[in-house]
C-alpha cells in the first residue's frame, strides 16, 4: 500500500508541477515567466522527492484512519504544508538564483498539488481494504479489561477489521469476579484467564495488548507489561480517564518516570 502511494505521490506531484508552470507561462501577466531547463528539472525533482518524503515521514498511508475524508484532507494539508517549507528553504538557500521564482507559480503549484492528492485519495480510499485484504499484513490484538470501556474500545477495533485489524479475544484482569466465557459484539470473542497468557501466545500471534482497564488496575497488570517488553509485544493504554480532555496526548520522560503529557498547544515545533 505504501509502495502504490507513494508511487501515486509521485505522478501527481509532477503533473500540479506542469500544470501550474503551463498555467504561470499562460496567465498574461507583465513579467514573463520561464525556467531553464535543468533548474525546472532540479525544482521537480527536489518537489517530487520532498513531497512523497513527507507523505512517508508523516505516515499518511498507513495509519488507520486512512480512508476517513477528514483525515485525508488533513494529512495532505500538513504533506503538501511539509514539502512547500522545504521547497522554499531550497530556493532561497540552494539555488540561489538571480532573480526570485514567481509566486503565482509557487502558489499554483502547492494549491494543485493539494487538490490532486487528496482528491486521488478520496476516490481511491475504497481501494485500501481491498489492498490490505490482498497484500496487507493482519495485526492480532488482545484486549485486557472487561465492562463497557473494554468493549467500546473493542467495538472501535471492530470498525477496523477491513484494514486487517483482529481481535484474539479479551484477557480478564486478575481481580475480575464472574468473568463470562465469551464475549458478543460482532462478532464473538472469548475472555481469557491472565494465568492463561503465557500458554496461549504460545499457541497464538499476538502484535498488541490493549489495555482498558481503570487506572487503580493498573499496578496489578504491571507482569503482563513486563512480559511484553520481554517478549517484544506491543502493549498500549487506554487512556480515556478523562472523556471531556480535548488536549493532544504525548509521552514524555524525565529520569526513570514516564510523564503522559496534555497539551492543547500544537508538540510539534515546526
Known sequence: RKILFGLSDVVLTAAAFELAYGFRRWLPLSNEFFLLPEVKDLLLFFSVLTWVAAGY???IHSHPDATRIRAILRDSARQVGYGAMALFVFIVFGLRLPHPISRPFL???IVASWFFLAGF???ARNLIP???REFGFKRYILVVGLGSRAERLARTLEDYYEDGIRIVGFLAPPDAVQAPATIQLQREYPVLPLDNLRAMMAQHVI???HFAVES???PSLEEVFLWCDEEGVCSRVAVDFFPH???DLALERIGDTPLLTF???PDDEV
Open 57 to 59: 515521514w508523516l505516515n
Open 107 to 109: 502558489a499554483t503549484f
Open 121 to 123: 485519495r478520496i476516490a
Open 130 to 132: 481491498a489492498l490490505s
Open 207 to 209: 502484535d498488541e495488548i
Open 216 to 218: 487503580d488496575r493498573l
Open 245 to 247: 480532555v480535548n488536549s
Open 263 to 265: 497539551t492543547a498547544a
